[in-house]
């Protein structure tokens, strides 16, 4: 019984997708229609080891363009809100960590249903073969310890 409850664990660990993340998709997707092939980091032109002070600084030099008091166009509107966006993830630790993750992964695309890897993403049947064969390892260990033992 004990086996399963952790075989169930590990399974979510491998299968789900955070609200975080689908966020962080949405967002990159919207980015890459409109500026294919950018960054974050590229669209506030600073480095990926930029602070919040530079990313501030950034955000707000270009935003004076965007902003839709200065700049009524409907195309600037969506920047702004895309800017705005980029600049919130950037700030926040734990978003940022989560968009370098996918950033140096890859980020998965969009097929239809769900989010789904371009490039290797262990799944569901490896996931599960994979912890069967660390528990029956786990297990034969166990068993020549004790066996040795005596």
């Not at 955070?18 to 506030?44: K, R």
């Not at 363009?65 to 009524?72: A, E, G, Q, T």
């Not at 705005?84 to 992964?105: A, M, N, Q, V, W």
Request: hydrophobic share 35%.
């Amino acid at each position: 019984m004990k086996l399963w409850i952790l075989v169930t664990l590990f399974i979510g660990a491998f299968c789900a997708w955070d609200q975080e993340d689908y966020e962080l998709f949405d967002l990159n997707d919207s980015l890459q229609q409109q500026f294919p092939g950018s960054t974050f980091y590229s669209i506030l032109e600073v480095e990926p080891t930029a602070d919040d002070r530079e990313i501030t600084k950034q955000y707000r030099k270009k935003s004076l363009s965007l902003h839709p008091d200065k700049n009524p166009s409907e195309e600037a509107g969506k920047l702004y809100a895309l800017l705005t966006s980029i600049s919130k993830i950037l700030k926040d630790e734990e978003f940022r960590k989560r968009y370098d993750g996918h950033l140096k992964k890859g980020f998965p695309s969009w097929k239809g249903t769900g989010y789904y890897y371009t490039r290797y993403k262990p799944g569901f049947l490896t996931a599960v073969l994979a912890i069967l064969v660390f528990v029956s390892v786990g297990q034969y260990i166990t068993l020549w310890i004790f066996y040795n033992r005596d």
